[in-house]
């Protein structure tokens, strides 16, 4: 991609197109944008790339709080977790998800919910979750023969 490629589809998007319309009209893949417009686009106009990159964080996290599929995985998670005492590789195997995302549904999405939904979720949650995943960090490191 061209650098003035990089520059129009950041207008693009902030325009309202999406990454895969935009990936359509300039005949790059729309993995080739996000990544032009999440990496290349800072060292272009840094100004323009932080309003792209504060509308890809606000879609995402809107996104990813609002759909009913990811909060049952949260909470799933999160019962997995307390409950039945599972790493996050476990879970992540038992939900057939990636660790990356079952870490990120039991830190940050979970901490957003508590935010959003206060009424529906607590603050006990997060803190629970924060102290068994350090419980589980400790004791790889017993495993591994390593010494606090």
Not at 50 to 68: P, W
Not at 93 to 115: A, C, H, M, P
């Amino acid at each position: 991609m061209s650098n003035q490629d990089i520059i129009n589809a950041a207008y693009l998007y902030l325009d309202g197109i999406s990454l895969r319309k935009i990936a359509e009209k300039l005949n790059f893949s729309h993995v080739t944008i996000h990544y032009n417009l999440t990496k290349t686009l800072k060292d272009l106009d840094y100004e323009l790339w932080s309003n792209v990159n504060e509308k890809l964080y606000a879609k995402k996290i809107a996104n990813s709080i609002d759909d009913e599929n990811v909060i049952k995985r949260i909470l799933m998670a999160y019962k997995l977790l307390i409950a039945n005492n599972l790493t996050v590789k476990e879970i992540a195997l038992s939900l057939n998800e990636s660790e990356f995302t079952i870490y990120r549904d039991l830190t940050k999405r979970l901490s957003l919910l508590v935010q959003k939904y206060p009424d529906k979720f607590s603050i006990y949650m997060v803190n629970d979750v924060q102290r068994r995943l350090t419980e589980h960090s400790f004791d790889n490191l017993r495993k591994e023969g390593r010494h606090l």
